[in-house]
């Protein structure tokens, strides 16, 4: 998938491992914010495939974003970053396209996120997720055994409330 920028085209590809470096630098400065949760290299490594890179003409890492999968009609859009350098260009945009994209492909039919940004993904069709009706009871039950954080953030759990504090949590279907 291809745009073209202000100043030249990005070019949004599935990340190499050679890309954790940049991912990492991606999200560093975010997390010293407190609006991404940085992560060991490793985790970055055995998350690879559910990533997506934004590139510059050069080739250079410009942004960022996954597809984590979380049961079998729902997934997260996680560490969707843009380097600051290229925000409001449409990087981020096309990154979550892509993603979304993926989640059609991949036969997930909900896309929940866990944002400041509210605006950006109600423009791309996220509502603001009032309750835990998103799941049925069962469902809950079965996902409240995962040790992931992004899914203990799904479920609004106590456990990761000082790191979530003031996100807005929102969900969009996707079709296939
Ligand atoms: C959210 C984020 C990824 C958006 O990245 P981005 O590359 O700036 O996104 P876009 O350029 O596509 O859109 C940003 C704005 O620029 C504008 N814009 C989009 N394309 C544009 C273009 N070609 N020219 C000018 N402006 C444009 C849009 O109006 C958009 O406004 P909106 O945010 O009110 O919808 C970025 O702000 C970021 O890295 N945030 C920190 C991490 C984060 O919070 N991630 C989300 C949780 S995982």
């Given at each position: 998938m291809t745009l073209t920028a202000q100043t030249a085209p990005v070019t949004v590809r599935r990340a190499r491992t050679s890309d954790v470096?940049?991912?990492?630098?991606?999200?560093?400065p975010l997390a010293d914010e407190r609006v991404l949760i940085a992560k060991e290299a490793v985790a970055y490594y055995e998350g690879l495939q559910e990533f997506r890179i934004a590139q510059d003409a050069e080739g250079n890492v410009i942004g960022c974003g996954a597809l984590h999968v979380m049961w079998e009609d729902l997934a997260e859009v996680r560490t969707l970053a843009t380097h600051r350098d290229w925000r409001?260009?449409?990087?981020g945009h096309l990154l979550l396209e892509q993603l979304l994209a993926d989640a059609v492909e991949i036969g997930v039919s909900r896309v929940f996120c866990l944002t400041f940004e509210v605006d950006f993904f109600q423009r791309h069709g996220f509502e603001v997720?009032?309750?835990?009706?998103a799941v049925d009871p069962q469902v809950y039950s079965e996902l409240l055994r995962s040790q992931d954080e992004g899914v203990a953030e799904f479920l609004?759990?106590?456990?990761v409330k000082p790191n979530t504090l003031g996100n807005t949590r929102m969900i969009r279907t996707v079709r296939g």
């Open positions: 470096q940049y991912i990492r630098e991606l999200v560093a409001g260009r449409g990087v997720m009032e309750n835990q009706s609004d759990l106590a456990r």
